[in-house]
């Protein structure tokens, strides 16, 4: 599970956004990826695209194995 301190996030979400007012809106999301998504967002998102797409697109799913167990997205 992704142990991040609210200072950690508070961080990544600011790189995010600089990067994104700089006009990289690429960088900007995979900064913004380094987030774990909750974990209801994440099971719908294996539920719309599938989980070869949270996979391949990087999402942090920490927060969604520590919730629904390591092989959650297997079943």
Do not use: C
């Not at 990067?19 to 967002?41: F, T, V, Y």
């Not at 697109?57 to 969604?64: D, F, I, K, R, V």
């Amino acid at each position: 599970m992704s142990n991040l301190t609210r200072e950690e996030r508070f961080e990544i979400i600011e790189k995010s956004m600089a990067a994104s007012k700089a006009g990289n809106d690429d960088e900007a999301m995979r900064i913004a990826k380094q987030l774990p998504i909750a974990p209801w967002l994440a099971k719908a998102g294996k539920e719309v695209w599938g989980k070869d797409f949270l996979l391949e697109n990087g999402y942090n799913l920490s927060e969604a194995e520590a919730e629904y167990g390591k092989d959650w997205l297997s079943q």
